[in-house]
């Protein structure tokens, strides 16, 4: 029998709400599929710091490394510093198991009015960049307090980095439409931009990909205006952030969207997790929206080969939004668990 060992690291705020919610779903859809799910639950977050004063334990990392892949919440609490929940926990796994790619895919979803007009029947997948460029550990402070008070914080971008994201868009790319947009900035003063196009420039010409560079504030513009016209898109780390935010925000909410954190051959486990946070302004209320947690926990059984398993998720959730079952996001009446009970419903 087919059995997978997943790392559950539900986290904070609604992280607690709909990774539950997910399990559920995912555990369902294993029992049809005839496979099952070993999940190995992880109490790591902001209570445990509070107590142990460490977000996960020293070996955290190590005891995640023989795991088939990594389902994550959401990390973040209103009374920690998020430079403290981050880098102690999110930040560290994508970077020391070199998750590279951020796969964000956002589509108009069934049932789900866009938020903007004329966004025709998009289907955007946001490639970001995941352990270099603007979030780099290169940066300080001082003089704290003091009129001289200062913080800087340096771009990174190696050849390796940039040309290893920019393979994956450019091979997904031409799997699709065969047209790849790259989020830049090299109008300005910026000193890392023009390198990016350069580096993404030869991977797509080799790829046999069409190529257009578009500057990211531009890009921003496009993205409300004609969603439509975008395809796979490659970004920096920054600017993959914010963009996959405005897409999902296009198709709906930021509930809805999904993220897979890859390291391509596959030499330590992969992380999935929706593209929103804690959200702590609605958490300990039940009422967020558990598609972005379903969404990202179909692509980790996608990851894990059960492709079939997947579909048969994707079906259950886009069944209940079909039917008119929404969250208060999505301008609906349901709560997460009402919706997670519809979507169980859909999936046998
Ligand atoms: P957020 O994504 O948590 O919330 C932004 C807004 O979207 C809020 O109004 C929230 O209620 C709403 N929202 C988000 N997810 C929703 C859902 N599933 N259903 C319904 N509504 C939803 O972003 P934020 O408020 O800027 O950040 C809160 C905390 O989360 C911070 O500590 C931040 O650092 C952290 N964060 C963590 C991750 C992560 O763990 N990967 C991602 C983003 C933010
Ligand atoms: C995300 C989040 C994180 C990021 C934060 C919480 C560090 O916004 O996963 O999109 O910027 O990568
Ligand atoms: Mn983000």
């Excluded at 795991?67 to 560290?92: E, K, N, S, Y």
């Excluded at 008119?324 to 997460?336: E, F, N, V, Y």
Aim: proline letters at 5%.
């Amino acid at each position: 029998e087919r059995a997978y060992t997943i790392d559950v690291i539900a986290g904070d705020g609604i992280g607690t709400e709909v990774v539950p919610a997910a399990i559920k779903c995912i555990d369902q859809v294993a029992r049809c599929e005839g496979f099952t799910v070993d999940w190995r639950h992880r109490d790591w977050g902001s209570e445990r710091y509070r107590k142990d004063g460490a977000m996960m334990p020293a070996d955290g990392l190590e005891q995640l490394a023989d795991g088939d892949g990594i389902f994550l919440g959401a990390v973040g609490a209103p009374d920690i510093p998020d430079h403290v929940t981050l880098w102690g926990l999110l930040i560290p796994i994508r970077r020391e198991f070199l998750q590279y790619v951020n796969l964000r895919p956002v589509r108009l979803l069934p049932g789900i009015e866009p938020r903007v007009r004329d966004a025709g029947n998009f289907d955007i997948v946001v490639v970001r960049e995941n352990v270099e460029g603007e979030y780099s550990e290169i940066g300080g402070r001082a003089y704290r307090g003091r009129p001289e008070e200062m913080a800087f914080q340096q771009a990174l971008f190696t050849r390796e980095g940039v040309t290893r994201v920019a393979k994956y868009a450019a091979e997904l790319a031409a799997s699709r439409t065969g047209r790849l947009v790259s989020a830049t900035k090299s109008n300005g003063i910026i000193h890392s931009m023009p390198f990016w196009d350069e580096v993404v420039s030869e991977v797509a010409t080799s790829a046999g990909v069409t190529l257009e560079p578009v500057l990211i504030d531009a890009l921003a513009a496009r993205t409300v205006l004609r969603p439509q016209s975008l395809d796979v898109v490659v970004a920096s780390n920054l600017f993959g952030d914010i963009l996959s935010d405005l897409v999902a925000a296009v198709a709906g909410s930021i509930g809805v969207a999904p993220s897979a954190n890859l390291n391509p051959p596959g030499d330590y486990p992969s992380m999935f997790e929706p593209v929103h946070g804690s959200a702590p302004d609605i958490a300990g209320q039940g009422i967020a929206n558990p598609v972005g947690q379903l969404w990202a926990g179909a692509m980790m059984l996608e990851h894990l080969g059960e492709a079939r398993a997947a579909q048969r998720l994707t079906a259950g959730f886009e069944k209940a939004l079909a039917d008119g079952i929404r969250t208060r996001d999505l301008g609906g009446s349901a709560d997460t668990h009402d919706f997670t009970a519809a979507v169980l419903e859909r999936l046998s």
